[in-house]
T-cell receptor
């Protein structure tokens, strides 16, 4: 059963803590994306990767980091430099020009 | 100027009515457009895409594209309470996807 798996579904971060959000896909697609969604602001691109070992900053990359060591995996780290990380994070692939999403991770700062 | 502009609503329609959702886009060279539905707390799911000028129908959904005026619309006929969700329009450009802010639709029984 092919798809995109994001984990965890819910994540709580303390002030000053780094956390990593997982995104794994078994659809064998090259391009992967991380979006952040806040109420009333649509989806904003954080980082994207077109191929293994390469990634590009999106519109709101500050305070985030990524890696793409394997085709199947594109983890996102929310660092302590991200001052307002509470949001819904969505991982997506480019599936034949369509953006196809994982189920999302809701991150909350406590 | 944003790539995609969308009226955030909210939009309320009675059950059985037609719901009309609209987006405008800035790049005249854009070729393809997508409509996503997003239920509260869930990720967006694709419901329609359109490449050509004119209308494209799929069940109760009709996507309309007018390249001369640079707008794309989604019509939902015979609206049902299960259609209550946020609808996002999107287009691919420069190695990413650009999304509108979404229109919140409520269908009132």
């Amino acid at each position: 059963d092919g798809g995109i798996t994001q984990s965890p579904k819910y994540l709580f971060r303390k002030e000053g803590q780094n956390v990593t959000l997982s995104c794994e896909q078994n659809l064998n697609h090259d391009a992967m994306y991380w979006y952040r969604q806040d109420p009333g602001q649509g989806l904003r691109l954080i980082y994207y990767s077109q191929i293994v070992n390469d990634f590009q900053k999106g519109d709101i990359a500050e305070g985030y980091s990524v890696s793409r060591e394997k085709k199947e995996s594109f983890p996102l780290t929310v660092t302590s430099a991200q001052k307002n990380p509470t949001a819904f994070y969505l991982c997506a692939i480019d599936r034949d020009t369509e953006a196809f999403f994982g189920q999302g991770t809701r991150l909350t700062v406590v | 100027q944003k790539e995609v502009e969308q009226n955030s609503g909210p939009l309320s329609v009675p059950e059985g009515a037609i719901a009309s959702l609209n987006c405008t886009y800035s790049d005249r060279g854009s070729q393809s457009f997508f409509w996503y539905r997003q239920y509260s707390g869930k990720s967006p799911e694709l419901i329609m895409f359109i490449y050509s000028n004119g209308d494209k129908e799929d069940g109760r959904f009709t996507a309309q594209l007018n390249k001369a005026s640079q707008y794309v619309s989604l019509l939902i006929r015979d609206s049902q309470p299960s259609d209550s969700a946020t609808y996002l329009c999107a287009l691919p450009a420069r190695n990413q996807f650009y999304f509108g802010t979404g229109t919140s639709l409520t269908v009132i029984p």
